[in-house]
């Protein structure tokens, strides 16, 4: 099993910045990929940014140039650094884990999840 344990989540003004942080445990030397999903209400939890264990990434086009995701293995920890932050930025944003389960298969893990509201 992999725990997730997020923090860095609050409440800003349009254009600060934050960095969350997400902390692995457990298993995790099975752990591939990582990254950062976030939902608003009444909308689906949708992709931020991830990346491999090899430091590969993927960011969604309305965070790009804007938000960076980073990953330390040796503390089994993944940042999101979010820059210019927008109101539209507002959701509760989940850490992710894909964790190695055997050959060709993956199961995912979800934190708990940490507010971000930016105000207009």
């Known amino acids: 099993q992999v725990r997730l344990v997020e923090s860095g989540g609050g409440l800003v003004q349009a254009g600060d910045s934050l960095r969350l942080s997400c902390a692995a445990s457990?298993?995790?030397?099975?752990?591939?990929?990582m990254g950062w999903y976030r939902q608003s209400p009444g909308k689906q939890r949708e992709l931020v940014a991830t990346?491999?264990?090899?430091?590969?990434?993927n960011y969604a086009d309305s965070v790009k140039g804007r938000f960076t995701i980073s990953r330390d293995n040796a503390e089994n920890t993944v940042y999101l650094q979010m820059n210019s932050l927008k109101p539209e930025d507002t959701a509760v944003y989940y850490c992710?884990?894909?964790?190695?389960?055997?050959?060709?298969?993956?199961?995912?893990?979800w934190g708990q999840g940490t507010q971000v509201t930016v105000a207009s």
């Open positions: 990346i491999t264990s090899g430091g590969s990434t």
């Open positions: 457990g298993s995790i030397f099975s752990i591939n990929d």
């Open positions: 992710y884990a894909q964790h190695i389960v055997g050959p060709g298969s993956t199961y995912p893990y």
